[in-house]
């Protein structure tokens, strides 16, 4: 399936090869139900990778900038702490709260982009033909497809238990899926500020035995715009404002649960499934300001995200960070940036995931 993803800056291509050898001294003890399988070595032996990419916490350079294993390198590659194959036949990835990120993130993260050009790298990361677009763009046959279908199977396993600000809606949590827009340097239309239409939250307080999964919309305005915020939205148990325990009513970490994020035209469909609960659906217009209660929001840009483009995302990728100066998102959670005494502390993030598939889009059930 043609679908996409944006980079914001440019990053380091590291081989497989290269990588792995400069990380093979430090290896730190895994939990039991989490050692690396050694019968399926690569990721790619349980999900097929021929259309992604991944960014890892680390800076084997040392360069100043995240590691990017490339379409073609993750074929066979895989990290012995962040991106790898656990006894179950799962996809572990793992993320420290304090590493090295990207240029417009507070966050690390061991996530997935989507490529739509394979590892045909003649096509610019940029061009239409390695995006995915919404119908109501003006150009929307010149991209490599219109909307599209992800889908998930996973449980969370692992999230940051300790935060300088346990009141801000980041602290605990960490996204597991996302479609996000692309940047462009002509805003003159009002698109191209590299916002997100779609991320899917896992989120639990220290001492709650459940957590709770929600996701949000980002109102596509310019970034210095104080309207520009998150709506979220309810799956299991809370929103992330919402600091009191979700109960019986939310997810516990190890427990597994799905997702599909299906957009076909201009809709966003997103369904939540899981055993012992109820199946939850929303449906969004993306090229519109209309919210997913069906409700005006003359805060928002009145036509959505029509003009961009986009590419899903998936993987964990951390919201706790050691920051502390930003009003919302510096959580100032703990972390020393050395793995082995992160990893001991809980200081990190780990999302498990044993399904992950695109496909072209599909009709809305609703």
């Not at 070595?41 to 990419?53: K, R």
């Not at 500020?193 to 220290?206: C, D, R, S």
């Not at 599909?260 to 939850?280: G, K, P, Q, W, Y």
């Not at 090229?287 to 005006?296: F, H, K």
Request: hydrophobic share 30%; glycine share 8%; with cysteine.
């Amino acid at each position: 399936m043609p679908l996409s993803i944006y980079r914001k800056k440019p990053i380091m291509f590291l081989s497989a090869l290269s990588l792995t050898a400069a990380l093979s001294a430090c290896v730190p003890t895994m939990p039991e139900n989490s050692e690396p399988n050694v019968a399926l070595v690569h990721p790619s032996d349980v999900i097929d990778l021929s259309y992604w990419n991944i960014t890892l916490p680390t800076d084997v350079n040392k360069d100043g900038k995240p590691d990017m294993v490339t379409t073609k390198d993750i074929q066979s590659y895989t990290h012995p702490n962040f991106f790898y194959v656990n006894a179950q036949n799962e996809v572990v990835f793992t993320s420290p709260n304090v590493a090295v990120t990207t240029a417009n993130s507070k966050n690390a993260r061991s996530e997935l982009r989507h490529m739509s050009r394979g590892a045909n790298t003649k096509i610019p990361t940029k061009a239409p033909q390695n995006n995915f677009a919404l119908a109501s763009h003006e150009n929307a046959n010149e991209f490599a497809a219109i909307g599209g279908k992800m889908e998930a199977t996973l449980h969370v396993d692992h999230v940051a238990v300790s935060s300088q600000f346990p009141n801000k809606p980041p602290s605990y949590s960490v996204v597991i899926g996302q479609i996000h827009a692309g940047s462009s340097p002509d805003k003159s239309q009002g698109f191209g500020y590299g916002n997100e239409p779609l991320k899917i939250y896992y989120k639990k307080f220290p001492g709650h035995k459940t957590g709770s999964v929600f996701w949000t919309y980002e109102r596509n305005l310019p970034k210095a715009d104080p309207k520009r915020t998150d709506i979220a939205y309810p799956v299991w148990g809370n929103t992330w404002e919402n600091t009191q325990n979700p109960g019986s009513k939310g997810i516990a970490l190890g427990q597994e649960f799905s997702y599909t994020v299906n957009v076909e035209n201009d809709i966003m469909e997103l369904t939540f499934s899981a055993e012992n609960r109820e199946t939850v659906h929303y449906t969004i217009n993306l090229a519109n300001n209309v919210d997913a209660y069906g409700n005006v929001d003359e805060q928002d840009f009145e036509n959505g995200y029509a003009g961009d483009y986009h590419y899903f995302k998936a993987g964990a990728y951390n919201q706790c960070n050691g920051g502390t100066a930003h009003p919302f998102w510096g959580t100032g959670c703990s972390g020393s940036g050395k793995w082995e005494t992160d990893f001991a502390n809980g200081d990190y993030t780990q999302v498990v995931f044993s399904k992950l598939t695109l496909s072209k889009s599909s009709p809305i059930t609703q």
